[in-house]
């Protein structure tokens, strides 16, 4: 387990690849008074020691802690990185556009929400004119929240095999409900004219669609892979969930995965893999993180 240490009023956990709210939950074994929130904030009086995960804990549960402002020059509590991918069609006029993941970008006021841009290709190049920007919100499912990181991973497939790619979106700390950091996965289909709204759909596990229960720190939509899993020549999707509990083991890690139909991804005969089922290799462990990539 991470290194925990005392400060002040509460505990600090230096941040790395695991997701914040699964650090706690392991955290809450070894101090039972753990407070029930957390800050993901970086201490200003500790010069010099890196940026920390501010954990609130008291003895006192009515001992207020000073709130603090998110550090946006912090490291992320996982791999989140803008994500691009090339030679992607998303329109009719047969140049190849760029989607482009911005995992950090704020939305008004709302920090760390994610956006993903979109370049159009040209005879003589990408450009930025005619470009898009897509930010959850509106037409696009849910809402910009901090610390979502939408466009963390990005995937392309025509998945309704209408002759225009279609792009997924990984929103690897979407709150579904109250579950913080649970994850989902945004799909946008193209037209003859631009990626559009209309039909676009999102995924999260349990109610959502997908095989398992939105838990805490899951970070469904931390990876994606497209790919004809079962030759009806519709391109079906591949989602990793790196820090998925198997049981009572804590972020072993799993991949779920969606058919397509003719008209749509679907979640009919949706499945879900993880070590040590459905004859996968290996046996689930502790912070093992399958699904951290996938190809």
């Known amino acids: 387990m991470d290194t925990v240490e005392k400060y002040g009023s509460g505990l600090f956990l230096p ?3 695991i997701s914040p709210s699964r650090t706690i939950h392991r955290v809450r074994r ?6 029930q929130g957390y800050e993901r904030a970086s201490s200003p009086d500790r010069p010099g020691r890196g940026s920390y995960l501010g954990v609130l804990a008291s003895d006192h549960p009515r001992r207020s802690i000073p709130t603090r402002t998110p550090d946006r020059r912090r490291p992320l509590p996982y791999r989140v990185r803008g994500g691009s991918v090339g030679g992607s069609e998303f329109d009719s006029d047969g140049f190849a556009n760029l989607a482009v993941g911005v995992p950090r970008e704020g939305v008004g006021t709302t920090e760390l929400a994610g956006a993903v841009n979109i370049l159009k290709g040209l005879a003589n190049g990408l450009t930025g004119a005619d470009s898009q920007l897509l930010v959850q919100g509106g037409r ?3 809402t910009a929240e901090s ?3 939408f466009g963390n991973a990005l995937a392309v497939g025509d998945f309704n095999n209408h002759g225009f790619d279609d792009l997924t979106i990984g929103v690897i700390s979407e709150d579904i409900g ?3 950091d649970a994850g ?6 193209g037209s003859a004219a631009r990626l559009t709204t209309a039909g676009n759909q999102q995924f999260f596990q349990g109610s959502g669609g997908l095989v398992g229960t939105a838990e805490e720190g899951d970070f469904v939509g931390a990876a ?4 004809d899993h079962n030759n009806d020549i519709f391109p079906d999707l591949a989602i990793g969930a790196p820090f998925e509990d198997i049981g009572s083991i804590l972020d072993a890690g799993a991949v779920d995965t969606l058919n397509c139909s003719a008209g749509t991804l679907t979640t009919t005969g949706a499945q879900q893999f993880f070590q040590g089922s459905g004859c996968v290799p290996g046996t689930p462990e502790d912070g ?7 190809a």
Do not use: H, K, M, W
């Not at 093992?288 to 996938?294: E, R, T």
């Open 224 to 227: 994606l892979a497209t790919d």
């Open 30 to 35: 070894r101090y039972p008074n753990l407070g």
């Open 288 to 294: 093992d993180a399958f699904g951290s990539s996938l």
């Open 140 to 142: 696009v499912p849910d």
């Open 15 to 17: 941040e790395g690849p």
């Open 147 to 149: 610390f979502d990181f």
């Open 184 to 189: 989902a996965v945004n799909v946008l289909y």
């Open 178 to 180: 109250a579950i913080q």
